[in-house]
């Protein structure tokens, strides 16, 4: 069973910078999108941003102009670089690959913004 592990949640201050990280546990056949979502507490989990299998990225309204949403040359590790951080940022975030055999999504790392 494929795993999705990520890395690189923690806290930040705001205006400050952190970068996650998503590694599959093994080679992953029909990869169409990756991506990040993240939950705030009460709230709904929503997405933060997606690359495309052809390399097009997408990102939520809020994020356009401070995340960055990456994939490694092998496209089985995602990343996604947070920069001006802000302290609505807070959340658990999840990695997310959507496959042509199902989702997977990885366990969640936390990250705090500070204001």
């Known amino acids: 069973q494929v795993q999705l592990v990520e890395s690189g949640g923690g806290l930040g201050q705001a205006g400050g910078s952190l970068r996650l990280s998503c590694a599959a546990s093994?080679?992953?056949?029909?990869?169409?999108?990756m991506g990040w979502y993240r939950q705030a507490p009460g709230e709904e989990r929503e997405r933060v941003a997606v690359?495309?299998?052809?390399?097009?990225?997408q990102y939520k309204d809020s994020v356009k102009d401070r995340f960055s949403v990456s994939k490694n040359k092998a496209g089985n590790t995602v990343h996604l670089q947070m920069n001006n951080l802000k302290p609505e940022d807070t959340a658990i975030y999840y990695c997310h690959m959507r496959t042509s055999w199902g989702p997977l999504w990885g366990q969640g790392t936390q990250v705090t913004v500070s204001s």
């Open positions: 093994r080679t992953v056949s029909g990869i169409l999108t």
């Open positions: 690359i495309i299998s052809n390399g097009a990225t």
